[in-house]
């Protein structure tokens, strides 16, 4: 089966800047789920889709990030605006119910 | 929240070596995954393992769920194997990793 898709793989903007990042899960898996990893630290869950509804959004800084994921498939996270301390790699995963997690590549965004 | 903690943190290995990497968690979880993170940043699910023992070629892993700890062992380890081993626990609807072992397999 294909992964999970991600795109751009790099980007690099000014503060102030916005950007968007997207996601393409496994077919069939209805959970998806964008985390932050900040260099030298494990995943940091920003948000969680339960189809195109959202389950968990508590660590995601709502006053310049936000995600949508339209007809429960396909998702995009924005920042707007971007902050230096935002230089991260955002990871997408999705996973069916009673099985693991599957990762992307991931984009690796740096704010300068 | 639930704490999930790794041990050891860094890890330096001759090419050929075994190692056991340590997972502890302070709740019950509904499950648990390993990951290895590649110098490229791509995590790679090694095991979902809830419980119980499974083995894939020189990897193989243990989860004691009612002692709330897993282990990873790795066997004649190989320079590809350098990374950083992540351990991740399903806690209600979160999915919580810990901070990670970094492992450097020297040739």
């Known amino acids: 089966e294909a992964g999970v898709a991600q795109s751009p793989r790099y980007k690099i903007i000014e503060k102030r800047q916005s950007v968007a990042f997207w996601c393409n899960p496994i077919?069939?898996?209805?959970?998806l789920y964008w985390y932050q990893q900040i260099l030298g630290q494990g995943p940091k869950l920003l948000i969680q889709?339960?189809?195109?509804?959202?389950?968990?959004d508590s660590q995601l800084p709502k006053d310049r990030f936000s995600a949508e994921r339209l007809k429960g498939v396909d998702s995009t996270l924005k920042i707007q605006p971007a902050k230096l301390e935002d230089s991260a790699v955002y990871l997408c995963?999705?996973?069916?119910?009673?099985?693991?997690?599957?990762f992307g590549s991931g984009t690796r965004l740096t704010v300068v | 929240g639930i704490q999930v903690e790794q041990s050891p943190p860094d890890l330096i290995l001759q090419e050929g070596a075994n190692s056991t990497l340590r997972c502890n968690f302070s709740?019950?979880?509904?499950?648990l995954q390993w990951f290895h993170q590649n110098p490229w940043g791509q995590l790679i699910n090694l095991f979902y393992?809830?419980?119980g023992t499974k083995q894939n070629g020189r990897l193989s892993a243990t989860t004691v769920a009612t002692e709330r700890y897993s282990l990873l062992y790795i066997s004649s380890s190989q320079t590809t194997d350098s990374g950083v081993y992540f351990c991740a626990v399903n806690y209600g609807q979160n999915f919580v990793f810990g901070p990670g072992t970094r492992l450097s397999v020297l040739p």
């Open positions: 077919s069939g898996h209805a959970t």
């Open positions: 889709f339960q189809n195109n509804g959202v389950v968990d």
């Open positions: 709740d019950s979880v509904n499950n």
């Open positions: 995963a999705s996973s069916l119910e009673g099985n693991g997690y599957t």
């Open positions: 393992i809830p419980s």
